[in-house]
């Protein structure tokens, strides 16, 4: 993976090197000052996707030193399903079932980072960064079944509910090279500490309480995110 990553780096540098006669070289014509930017990520096959896995990623340069990175991750998915089981034995109807089920899965995280960076030679500039982010998430699953066994028919409903919610904090590394006065190209490596703390419940049967139970879990890690490129357009 780490060997990958070094060769897709190579790679966008002799593919930028191509292009010396519309690179920007002098770096005192590079002003990021008062200027925003978009962020994405260079994927293996020289596509552009979201960068540190965010739906939208920016910055804003307060001078040619300091950033403002934010990054806002929104998720939805939402599952409905119904699935019908009829037994027979010889002609006769022996059993059957009908359940229905809804699941539904929403997430939402924003990242801030505060960017410094060093002094820009040959249009190439290192920078370090330290960040913040929260997230929440909500999941619900609820289901309902109808069984008929012989002549007995027999109803229940089931339901599931998760709800989450994240702190964390990194770290950053990172050198842009300025292409052009308005795009840069860059690689990043990153660490950080997460905190999450989940709880769900779940009766199984809404007119019955003795199955109803409580979870309720904290997890804390820390792990390196890897390297990470991507391209930056300023305006």
Known sequence: MLKTKFLLFISILLLTFSFNSFAQTDSSKIDLEGKWALQFGISRNFTLNSFQGATFSGKYHFTNNSALRIGITVFGHSTKSNNNKNNYNADTLYSSSK?????????????????????????????????????????????????????????????????????????????????????????????????????????????????????????????PHGVKFGVSIYF
């Open 99 to 223: 359940e229905e089920s809804t699941v539904n899965d929403n997430w939402i995280s924003i990242q801030f980072q505060y960017l410094y960076y060093a002094k820009m030679t040959n249009s190439i500039s290192a920078y370090f960064g330290a960040g913040v982010q929260s997230s929440r998430r909500f999941v619900s699953q609820y289901s309902n079944t109808e069984e008929i066994y012989m002549s007995d028919e027999n109803f229940s409903y089931r339901s599931k509910e998760l709800s989450a919610y994240g702190l964390g904090a990194d770290i950053l590394i990172g050198v842009e090279w300025f292409v052009r006065s308005n795009i840069g190209i860059l690689a990043e490596y990153s660490s950080g500490f997460n905190y999450e703390h989940r709880e769900s419940e779940a009766p199984k049967n809404k007119n019955d309480a003795e199955y109803y139970y409580e979870n309720k879990s904290d997890t804390y890690s820390f792990s």
